[in-house]
């Protein structure tokens, strides 16, 4: 499996986590540095955001999705409209965000 297919993975489960509605654990899931810019009205606004517009799989073009950086292992995840979706870093056994996606 390539590193961003497992970035993707990390990818997933963020996404199960809006889904389950857990503002505590999502917040695990953002890098340190976006984690004190989200509050929980950010969050309930992502639930509103993907619930209208889900995030999925299909929306990733793999093939555009790169390493960008090794130190940490850092990845941009591409939309197929040639937009990026996110830029996930390896934090131990964890992929987090180091953008916010939903506005």
Same mark, same amino acid.
């Given at each position: 499996?390539?590193?961003?297919?497992?970035? *993707?993975i990390g990818l997933e489960q963020m996404i199960r986590v809006v889904e389950m509605r857990d503002y505590i654990e999502f917040l695990s899931y953002l890098s340190l540095r976006i984690r004190e810019k989200v509050d929980e009205q950010y969050f309930q606004d992502a639930i509103r955001q993907h619930s209208k517009h889900p995030l999925s799989r299909e929306m990733i073009d793999i093939n555009a999705s790169k390493v960008?950086?090794?130190?940490? *292992?850092?990845? %941009? *995840?591409?939309? %197929?409209?040639?937009?990026?979706?996110?830029? *996930?870093? %390896?934090?131990?056994? %964890? /992929?987090?965000?180091?953008?916010?996606? /939903?506005?």
């Open positions: 499996m390539s590193v961003i297919e497992r970035a *993707l960008i950086r090794e130190d940490p *292992l850092t990845v %941009k *995840l591409m939309m %197929k409209n040639g937009r990026t979706l996110v830029t *996930l870093i %390896k934090d131990g056994e %964890k /992929w987090v965000a180091d953008n916010i996606f /939903w506005k």
